[in-house]
């Protein structure tokens, strides 16, 4: 019998495990940028900058930084809700704060629609991880601003973003499975 509430129950603890490891194994070093240790001799005054993941380096854009898309839409939400810009430590907090509760609310709509149509699970996950790779990263993160546009993106970055959703997608759907029977 269907439980909406409890599959979205399920289905956000899922997405939220999901994302950090989406994060975590997909794109090493997106999972968080760690501040490093200070040293002697660089020329930030003493202080390192923390490194750029491989699959979503910042770039340039007619002269002006683009951010990885959860800290834009983090910066987007402070600007809009709060006419705050955050300074470079709240981002290093927003932007992770900001991908894994996208990954939990987009879980969350899994787990209930899985609930009222069983036939959305199959693949395990999959077809879910594609889709929001196609809807999120190819159109909405462009269409929104918050990042390239897919033809300013290198084709191997496509590929690293497409198995990192596929990763999200599958994990999501074994653990929304799990936790279905726990909650």
């Known amino acids: 019998m269907a439980n909406v509430c409890r599959g979205m129950v399920a289905g956000m603890l899922a997405g939220c495990a999901a994302a950090w490891m989406m994060t975590t ?34 770039g340039h854009n007619g002269g002006v930084a683009v951010e990885e898309p959860a800290v834009a839409t983090a910066q987007a939400v402070s600007r809009k809700l709060f006419e705050h810009e955050l300074s470079p430590d709240e981002k290093r907090i927003a932007g992770p ?37 196609l809807l999120g990263d190819e159109i909405a993160v462009p269409a929104l601003g918050l990042g390239k546009g897919p033809t300013e993106v290198a084709p191997d970055k496509h590929a690293d973003a497409l198995a990192s959703h596929f990763c999200y997608g599958i994990t999501t759907d074994l653990l929304r499975r799990v936790f279905r029977h726990v909650v």
Not at 41 to 57: E, T, V
Not at 114 to 125: D, I, K, N, Q, T
């Open 25 to 58: 194994l997909g794109n090493p070093g997106e999972a968080q940028a760690k501040p490093q240790p200070r040293g002697r001799g660089n020329q930030s005054g003493g202080q390192q900058q923390p490194k750029q993941s491989r699959s979503r380096q910042a």
């Open 97 to 133: 704060a900001m991908h894994y509760a996208y990954g939990s609310l987009v879980g969350a709509l899994y787990g209930g629609v899985a609930e009222l149509f069983p036939s959305v699970g199959a693949g395990f996950g999959l077809p879910f991880g594609a889709a929001l790779w």
